[in-house]
């Protein structure tokens, strides 16, 4: 079955200490997987992909295959990194149809100074 | 902010009543998607349309229905036979056709809330 786990409900960190949100998949084909963020009040946003290899606001996140996993990390976090993250993972079915996105259940990142 | 736009913000509804949540893009995005957030489930896929007149069931379509009679507009109808349908709903847009998936942009949502 395709899902995205994201064990960690809260990560809470002390400003300028390492971030890392974890995430895994199960998926059978080739994987194509996002970070996506949503600040307080604000819109749920991508934050990066992992086909473009960018870094966006000093995270990163490689793809393990042989792991199955797609963890965001940043090596000195930011009161403003404070935010709600989820990790997607894009479907393709194998025949036909059309592809959508498959979320995680979410990591709240609480940055204290 | 602009370009994908949700009414209303909130939404309270009575048991039985069938609702209609409106999202509207003007990004000239083929594809339009709904999801329900709620604590500690993440996004849920509801209804997703490719293109006008064409839409497919997500992994919860069960008490929601949509048209897509225009390509700015994806509205949702939340029926009485949703049985717990107070939640958050997300809908978002993109340009993804069927051979790849860019960015997903979300608008602001609705919070409906059943009494």
């Known amino acids: 079955a395709q899902r995205v786990t994201q064990p960690e409900k809260l990560l809470s960190v002390f400003k300028g200490a390492p971030v890392e949100l974890k995430c895994n998949y199960s998926?059978?084909?080739?994987?194509?997987l996002f970070w996506y963020v949503q600040y307080s009040r604000q819109r749920l946003q991508l934050l990066l992909r992992h086909i473009s290899r960018e870094s966006i606001k000093g995270f990163t996140a490689d793809l393990n295959k042989g792991e199955t996993s797609f963890h965001l990390k940043k090596p000195f976090a930011q009161e403003e990194d404070s935010a709600m993250y989820y990790c997607a993972l894009s479907s393709r079915p194998f025949s036909g149809g059309y592809n959508k996105l498959i979320f995680g259940a979410g990591t709240r990142l609480a940055v204290h100074p | 902010d602009g370009g994908i736009t949700q009414s209303p913000k909130y939404l309270f509804r009575k048991e039985g009543q069938n609702v209609t949540l409106s999202c509207e893009q003007n990004l000239n995005h083929d594809a339009m998607y709904w999801y329900r957030q709620d604590p500690g489930q993440g996004l849920r896929l509801i209804y997703y349309?490719?293109?006008?007149?064409?839409?497919q069931k997500g992994d919860i379509a069960e008490g929601y229905s949509v048209s897509r009679e225009k390509k700015e507009s994806f509205p949702l109808t939340v029926t009485s036979a949703q049985k717990n349908p107070t939640a958050f709903y997300l809908c978002a847009s993109t340009f993804a056709t069927s051979g790849d998936l860019n960015e997903q942009f979300f608008g602001p949502g609705t919070r409906l809330t059943v009494l």
């Open positions: 998926y059978s084909g080739s994987p194509e």
């Open positions: 349309s490719q293109i006008v007149n064409d839409f």
